[in-house]
């Protein structure tokens, strides 16, 4: 089953609108020959409108950083998926380490983001990953069992085919120490027999696995050559387009 390649930028809290802007247009300028691999950026929630009108009709998907579940009412400060998807982002990014570290959420807010993530018609992009303690006790797979059956808690088939599952080993956010080939290969394999274990052998096969973490054009194409590794999650690299595009054209450098 050939999966569409997903790289996509988490643009976190960097950039004001004209920056943003500015980036995005040159970017999908950068891409515009590019085929095979899905490109997405995931700018600040003020800049997307306008980023969507400078990524129309281009090769680049638009994407937000996360969302509220509620569909709307008095949640100072809050977004909703309603929100998102007519500012144009078409994906939602879920469960970020930052998120659950510095804003406390847990695999049962996470369950209902992604529930009205897919209400509001965005396609979720689910972050799992543990930390450098976590893999120190042995915790990994149980970590991921976790993040995973609890995230995806009451979801039916057609509700997580959009779905994207992005790994994220914590220690390896930020650091410039990405995962091994062997670390993201082991869990990839885990990740994907979790999904079959939830939902069916099928619906595992399509669902896109990201990794995520220190990804720069000096390590994508190893990671990309692993069997169940189908794009990446890309934060600090994401930031500079000439770096990014090095990353988006793994496919030619292979
Ligand atoms: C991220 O924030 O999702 C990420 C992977 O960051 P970085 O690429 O900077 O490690």
Known sequence: MKRMPLIAGNWKMFKTVPEAVETATRLADACREIQNV?????????????????????????GAQNLYFEPEGAFTGEISADMLSTAGAEYVIIGHSERRHYF???????????????????KPILCI?????????????????????DGLQGLGPDEIKDL???YEPV?????GKSADAAQVEEAHQY??????????????????????????PENI????????????LVGGASLDVHTFTKIIKFDTQL
């Open 164 to 166: 994207v599952l992005a």
């Open 38 to 62: 899905e490109i997405m950026i995931a700018p600040a929630f003020v800049t997307l409108p306008l980023v969507a009108e400078a990524v129309k009709n281009t090769r680049v998907h638009l």
């Open 129 to 149: 990953g543990e930390t450098e303690s976590l893999r120190e006790q042995g915790k990994t797979f149980l970590t991921l069992d976790k993040q995973v059956s």
């Open 171 to 175: 220690w390896a956010i930020g650091t």
């Open 104 to 122: 406390f959420e847990t695999d049962e807010m996470i369950c209902k983001k992604i529930k009205a993530a897919v209400t509001g018609g965005l």
């Open 221 to 232: 194409n190893e990671l990309m050559r692993i069997t169940d590794v189908d794009g990446a």
């Open 191 to 216: 990740l994907r027999s979790l999904l079959e274990k939830q939902f069916s052998l099928d619906l595992a096969k399509t669902i896109r696995i990201l990794y995520g973490g220190s990804v720069k």
